[in-house]
């Protein structure tokens, strides 16, 4: 395969969904026939600004958040539009899956059942679960500092009221620690009390994981897209090898 063929992943909101029913293959056999390229990592890695970064050097990408206007956890629809309708969510990956090329690679974020309210399609879920991954891994600090960038601007209110669906899967007393470091605006250490919560998570997916680490990349230091670079490298050396 050519890891630099295909076309760059435009935003969601430029494609028009299609208003008629939705019939698309997303059989076990069908999704075999597309090269899936599975981006893992723990939160704050940066998966999402490097699937950007890949479509931006001309490289097919699948934005699932982005489609369902979600960042799947509880803080995931904070900042972000309302989300659209189960049936609009699968028109729209529809019309995006329908322009992908089966012969070059399709780079997508690893995502559990569910982005938010809206369930990603079995088959689909379950071909990203089982196929072979590359792992992007960054020290705790960094992952802290880069979700603090995403979520600082974007009003203590909604963080407050995300903090209210840990319930439940959260220590009470370490959620209020959240929330009063999330009041007195400092959203790194905010951030470094639930990074644990999600690593568990992360972890625990991984043990799950089917499929294989292609391989492992530090992030730390590098933009998005010297992280998309180095990935289409390293892709690029696996290919040649296999050769």
Not at 119 to 142: C, Y
Request: charged share 20%; hydrophobic share 40%; net charge positive.
């Amino acid at each position: 395969m050519n890891v630099l063929t295909g076309r760059a992943n435009n935003s969601t909101e430029t494609r028009a969904a299609p208003t008629g029913p939705t019939r698309f293959d997303f059989s076990r056999s069908a999704l075999q026939a597309f090269q899936l390229c599975v981006l893992r990592g723990r939160t704050g890695c940066g998966k999402t600004s490097v699937l950007n970064a890949l479509a931006t050097l001309g490289c097919q990408t699948l934005d699932l958040e982005r489609l369902a206007r979600h960042r799947g956890s509880a803080f995931g629809a904070v900042g972000m539009q309302r989300q659209p309708s189960h049936t609009e969510f699968l028109q729209r990956l529809h019309v995006h899956w329908e322009a992908f090329d089966q012969a070059a690679p399709l780079f997508v974020e690893f995502a559990g059942g569910y982005l938010g309210s809206l369930a990603i399609p079995l088959e689909l879920a379950q071909q990203i679960h089982r196929t072979d991954w590359i792992k992007l891994v960054a020290t705790e600090s960094h992952r802290a500092e880069s979700i603090a960038a995403i979520y600082a601007g974007l009003g203590q209110q909604r963080l407050l009221a995300a903090t209210k669906r840990l319930r439940g899967r959260f220590p009470p007393e370490s959620l209020a620690r959240v929330r009063k470091a999330i009041r007195q605006q400092r959203y790194q250490d905010a951030v470094c009390l639930l990074l644990p919560y999600y690593d568990a998570a992360y972890d625990h997916q991984m043990e799950e994981a089917e499929g294989r680490c292609l391989f492992t990349l530090d992030v730390n230091g590098l933009s998005p897209l010297q992280v998309a670079a180095a990935i289409l490298h390293k892709l690029e050396l696996a290919e040649h090898a296999a050769d």
